[in-house]
T-cell receptor, first 114, second 112 residues
């Protein structure tokens, strides 16, 4: 079974530039998550989709971050404009829908904002 | 905000010894999960324990859950060098829409 795919793996941009991350979840997984993990901390949920609908985006900085999940499969997360504090690893995860299911994580995108 | 807090923040033990990590959380949960993260394999699910369970085993892993104290522990027996990683607890809150909230993590180092 193929895992969660993410690209790019690394990205370096200057502040105020824009950046986009892509995620392809495991086939058949209805729920998709984007997390931000700052060095030394645990992952923090940014947005959760079920199929192509948003379930939770309460911690997404909506003035600069946006995300979409077209056709309930792939997803993109965008930051525009980036700030220095956005430097982090952005993790995508997917799971089967319903309670008590584990999440499968992709390798992440390490973003450095200079 | 972080729901779970792991303790200790860092732990170093000799290979072959047992490692115990603790997690405390704040709100009622449906289940609690433990994940491992290392540079080679990213975040990997280890074990899930439901709120009505008190103990669960998986290979060399033993997890306990005390909902009255809002705490959980992860025991790794007979540690190996490959167990070197960061370990996170994650809680699925009772009204959380299957959302996981991760703790701050315990950094475990196994000394060969």
């Amino acid at each position: 079974e193929a895992g969660v795919a993410q690209s790019p793996r690394y990205k370096i941009i200057e502040k105020r530039q824009s950046v986009a991350f892509w995620c392809n979840p495991i086939s058949g997984h209805a729920t998709l998550y984007w997390y931000q993990q700052i060095l030394g901390q645990g992952p923090k949920l940014l947005i959760q989709f079920q199929n192509n609908g948003v379930v939770d985006d309460s911690q997404l900085p909506k003035d600069r971050f946006s995300a979409e999940r077209l056709k309930g499969v792939d997803s993109t997360l965008k930051i525009q404009p980036a700030k220095l504090e956005d430097s982090a690893v952005y993790l995508c995860a997917s799971s089967l829908s319903g309670q008590a299911y584990e999440q499968y994580f992709g390798p992440g995108t390490r973003l450095t904002v200079t | 905000s972080q729901q779970g807090e792991e303790d200790p923040q860092a732990l170093s033990i000799q290979e072959g010894e047992n490692a115990t990590m603790n997690c405390s959380y704040k709100t009622s949960i449906n289940n609690l999960q433990w994940y491992r993260q290392n540079s080679g394999r990213g975040l990997v699910h280890l074990i899930l324990i439901r709120s009505n369970e008190r103990e669960k085993h998986s290979g060399r892993l033993r997890v306990t859950l005390d909902t009255s104290k809002k705490s959980s522990s992860l025991l790794i027996t007979a540690s190996r060098a490959a167990d070197t990683a960061s370990y996170f607890c994650a809680t699925d809150a009772f009204f959380g829409n299957e959302k996981l909230t991760f703790g701050t993590g315990t950094r475990l180092t196994i000394i060969p």
